[in-house]
């Protein structure tokens, strides 16, 4: 019998469309309202019955039907997509005193005698994406990117159980093109059991559960996003056919009508003193929710006046944020020791009295740098305030009470703490040369090689990484692939079975993906997006290493800081020994096709005002995802994050309209790219 859809008899056509109506209303019942009229055993034989079917009648398989949430076989690569409409970021601020004025600035906009009508939500705290629905169908799903193209993540985000494939069309029909946006979050509670079974594993941990969202529904293997719990609230109505609303609220009702979850205690009100006291309220009950949110969200609800009010290039004139105050806790430093990274860099590390920070143990925190430590003047004993900076990474921030008897200064060491090399300054850095014999440095190698963003060898973290090291099992990268399960068993923490496992993933990447085999040699400022673009640039691995700097400064997106990098690190004898011992033990990177890259221009970031952390690792972090950085401003600048006491630089940007980050809003950007802070230091 041929496979086409009137060869399949009616009764199997009729079947196939009853089980997939069933199925989404339960499923519906179950994700959305919690009351489910169905046991999970007779769900599940409702879907292996279809599954079944469509199995056997290929062409009755559709994108919207109710199996396709499973996850799809991975993909080289996501394609970059345009936004139907522009993904404007929000104006925020930690004062109340920047609401009032907002308020007065929307009251001047309506006019004498018009009252605003502020919808408020909580400002959540996940990944932002677009979701569109041609026909009522889900075609497309796109992360935030430069709010006007990002990446099409759609096999992932079908994967949500609570996302609908085909809107919900009882009360409401579908219009012919419905784009909205979005917030992808992990549950606290979730977040918590995963990290706790990567732990288990020794997997690098994520550090959050917007990092955890956002690496989650990246993955070019959407099977991987089906195994996560994830939840998609929605909020915005961006672009909608054939109909309108007058007002936001109605927006967000056709939202729920449409089938899905918006985000609770959505609030209109006309009062400042409304809006403080939602804001308040929220901020008192923000350790009881099992979401991250950080601040409300305050929009004016009537869309006509929005439209009066209009936008910059980056937010909405009709909308602001009004964020909580960072989480802070108070401690003591009961030891400042120095660690030696990947790179050589020695930093200062303060071990904590161990202290929960919105529901997250800190122990021990980065002091960056000797500069960073000696003005702070920390010392061992002291009392100190903390805080998670953009809610994520620990930071001391002053000392608030001197030990009785306090520690000497912390002096920064003239030789390395493990390998004994005198060490040298580079900025306010510090570094240990010895790069092919120090200990530490190997173990840093060996960690970043195994890590999520590299090669992402499951079983490969920190203490396993450690433990081949100190036994002398493996003296240099390339020796990883002839570590046998023999030799593992002996290791603590180690059984045959999980011997067995980490030697087969670390064989695994024999045939890498070349992106993530370049990430996986530290090359300097090769990061996710770098190694993105030289991949599709020049398509091998051989090609890449053969390349001159004059052909890498021609690519956009890589300066001659980084071309220099690059070929340098080929360039060093050492480098390239360890390189081909690495190629000698058979692994393959893959070829891919060369395209004109079509990446997202990120961006020239500038810097400006106390940051939390030194200003060359939030440039490195910015660099190494592919954007660019300056000291000054200009009418080209992207965005200028602004810290504490920010002065000339922030003014210009105000003058010329260039859009202004909070530190927070710079981790959340740099995230959206798949870079972070962490280990840029
Ligand atoms: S409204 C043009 N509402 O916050 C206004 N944004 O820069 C569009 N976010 O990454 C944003 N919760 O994804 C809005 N209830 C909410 C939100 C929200 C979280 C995110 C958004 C964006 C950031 C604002």
């Known amino acids: 019998m041929t496979d086409t859809t009137h060869d399949i008899p009616a009764e199997v056509l009729e079947e196939v469309e009853t089980l997939r109506v069933e199925l989404r209303r339960h499923s519906y019942l179950y994700y959305h309202e919690a009351r489910p009229e169905i046991s999970d055993t007779e769900y599940d034989e409702l879907f292996r019955r279809l599954q079944a079917l469509e199995r056997h009648y290929p062409s009755l398989e559709s994108p919207d039907s109710p199996t396709k949430r499973v996850g799809a076989p991975p993909q080289a690569r996501f394609q970059t997509v345009e936004h139907v409409a522009p993904l404007l970021s929000l104006d925020s601020s930690e004062k109340s005193e920047d609401f009032v004025r907002f308020d007065e600035r929307v009251r001047r906009a309506l006019g004498e005698g018009v009252t605003p009508r502020y919808i408020l939500e909580p400002k959540l705290d996940g990944a932002s994406i677009e979701l569109v629905y041609e026909e009522g169908v889900l075609t497309r799903a796109v992360t935030r990117g430069n709010g006007q193209e990002g990446e099409g993540v759609t096999e992932n985000i079908r994967t949500i159980s609570t996302v609908p494939l085909r809107l919900r069309t009882d009360v409401r029909p579908a219009p012919a093109l419905l784009s909205l946006r979005g917030e992808v979050l992990m549950y606290i509670s979730d977040f918590a059991d995963f990290n706790a079974r990567l732990a288990e594993a020794d997997i690098e941990p994520y550090a959050s559960p917007r990092n955890s969202a956002a690496g989650s529904i990246r993955q070019l293997d959407s099977r991987v996003t089906a195994s996560r719990k994830l939840d998609l609230l929605v909020y915005d109505v961006l672009a909608v056919d054939g109909t309108s609303f007058d007002s936001d609220t109605a927006g967000v009702e056709a939202i729920r009508e449409w089938g899905f979850s918006v985000p609770e205690r959505i609030q209109t009100v006309t009062t400042v003193d409304e809006v403080l006291a939602y804001h308040a309220a929220f901020e008192s009950d923000r350790d009881e929710l099992d979401y991250e949110i950080d601040g409300v969200v305050i929009k004016l609800d009537d869309l006509a006046a929005r439209r009066a009010m209009g936008a910059t290039s980056h937010h909405p004139r009709w909308a602001m944020a009004l964020k909580f105050a960072p989480r802070q806790e108070v401690t003591v430093i009961e030891k400042i020791d120095i660690q030696v990274g990947r790179t050589g860099v020695l930093t200062p590390v303060a071990w904590l009295r161990p202290v929960v920070v919105g529901g997250v143990t800190v122990s021990r925190a980065s002091l960056h740098n000797r500069e960073e430590l000696r003005r702070k003047d920390l010392r061992e004993g002291d009392t100190v305030r903390i805080q998670r900076a953009g809610d994520v990474i620990p930071q001391v921030v002053e000392v608030i009470k001197h030990h009785d008897e306090r520690a000497e200064p912390f002096e920064m060491l003239d030789r390395c703490p493990v390998c004994d090399t005198e060490v040298y300054p580079d900025g306010p850095r510090t570094i240990c040369p010895n790069r092919f014999g120090c200990s530490a440095q190997l173990k840093g190698r060996i960690i970043h090689f195994g890590s999520r963003a590299a090669l992402d060898i499951e079983g490969l973290g920190d203490e396993t990484a450690n433990l081949l090291v100190d036994r002398g099992m493996v003296t240099q990268l390339a020796e990883l692939f002839d570590v046998t399960p023999d030799q593992l068993v002996d290791l603590e923490g180690f059984g045959e079975k999980s011997a067995s496992v980490l030697v087969d993933a670390i064989a695994a990447t024999r045939t890498p993906d070349l992106r993530r085999f370049l990430i996986a040699l530290g090359i300097p400022e090769v990061g996710v ?153």
């Open 529 to 681: 997006t770098v190694a993105r673009t030289l991949a599709e640039r020049f398509g091998s691995f051989h090609a890449i290493r053969s390349a001159t700097i004059d052909e890498l400064v021609a690519i956009d997106g890589i300066g001659p800081r980084m071309s220099e990098a690059i070929t340098d690190f080929f360039a060093d004898e050492r480098n390239a020994a360890a390189v081909d011992a690495v190629l000698a033990r058979g692994v393959e990177p893959q070829t891919i096709e060369v395209t004109a890259s079509d990446l997202p221009d990120l961006g020239t970031a500038v810097f400006t005002g106390a940051i939390p952390v030194p200003r060359v690792v939030a440039e490195t972090a910015w660099q190494s995802v592919g954007g660019r950085t300056s000291g000054s401003v200009s009418k080209k600048t992207a965005f200028v994050v602004a810290g504490d006491k920010a002065g000339s630089k922030l003014a210009k940007a105000q003058k010329l309209g260039v859009e202004v980050l909070d530190f927070d809003q710079f981790i959340v950007r740099l995230e959206e790219h798949g870079g972070s802070l962490e280990g840029s230091d």
